[in-house]
């Protein structure tokens, strides 16, 4: 996978907004790239950034983010590699979901298990060094990015306080940029459902952030 | 996305998270990007051993069919002799196919009834065959 020299361009997903500079290929030129059949390189190229930040947000560990999301690319290459491209989004952020749930599960498990012990506890990170990590390599506002990633970071923060299904619904809602279908299949339940849970994240969210936004 | 009832307060929180959410998405640092990068490669050669072209797949079978066959002829040696028959077994067919071929003494009881009712009667008055 050589990153050394791409061409960026984006890739059009079907439910996911056109991410700008997300998606790279080896194309000779962007109309090039553009007239390409949507290989599964370029479409987890395209969503792999999203994904992770996603997983990221949902579980506030950066390596566990890593892990599921190179679990689910795994599990979509394997079981959905050579179904038609047009699949790949809701299945790819179906097993995506199911693997962010997985390790909730799993630390909740843990967290029931361990939790008396000091080093076992989830809510110990080191959101010092996590912060000073996310500041994005060179650029020309490094001001602006540091601003931008505070208030990132408090939305991380009042986004991890919401319940579960709230949760998922604003990352896959506004985040994502999913419609609420789109959203409906990959969280496994009713539109209404989806409807009823995003409406609630917003006024919990606007009760936490607007003062400080 | 308008948070379904349309009102502007909550249209402004959507318009700020996603523009928070695509700005940390984009400007990943180096080091987690490259592990992304890697993690794709990972699964993409996945799908690489998966999908082995056909003739990785023909020349195994073609061994496999060579060694049958080069098996079969070693075990068939096309010059061995048929088993040897027994010598009683074929003096005992030789005397059968005479008889069949002599055809007189199977026409005895035709010729000569008389015989064969006197032999009868020999029978019943002396059964034990002593006299």
Known sequence: MDESNPVACPVTLGIVAPAPAVSTCRAPSEEACLEAPLTLDRFLAGVERRAFRLAEIALRDRDEALDVVQGAMLRLVRSYGRRPSEEWPPLFHRILLNGIRDAQRRRSVRSRLFGFLPQHRDDQRDDDTDLVERIPDGGPDPERRLMAGQAMQRLETALGELPPRQQEAFLLRCLQGMDVAEAAEAMGCSEGSVKTHYFRALQSLRAKLEEVW | ?131
């Open chain 2, 1 to 131: 996305m308008s948070g379904e009832d349309g009102d502007p307060r909550n249209e402004a929180l959507e318009r700020r998270a996603r523009e928070l959410f695509e700005a940390s998405a984009s400007e990943l640092d180096a080091r987690t990007a490259s592990r992304l990068a890697r993690a794709r490669a990972a699964a993409l050669a996945e799908l690489d051993s998966h999908r082995r072209p056909a003739w990785q797949w023909a020349a195994p079978v073609a061994v496999a069919a060579s060694a049958a066959l080069v098996a079969v002829l070693l075990t068939r040696a096309p010059d061995a002799p048929p088993a040897p028959i027994a010598a009683s077994d074929a003096a005992a067919g030789i005397e059968a196919l005479e008889l069949l071929a002599a055809g007189d003494d199977l026409d005895l009881a035709a010729e000569d009834p008389e015989f064969y009712a006197w032999l009868e009667l020999a029978a019943l008055d002396d059964p034990d065959g002593q006299g």
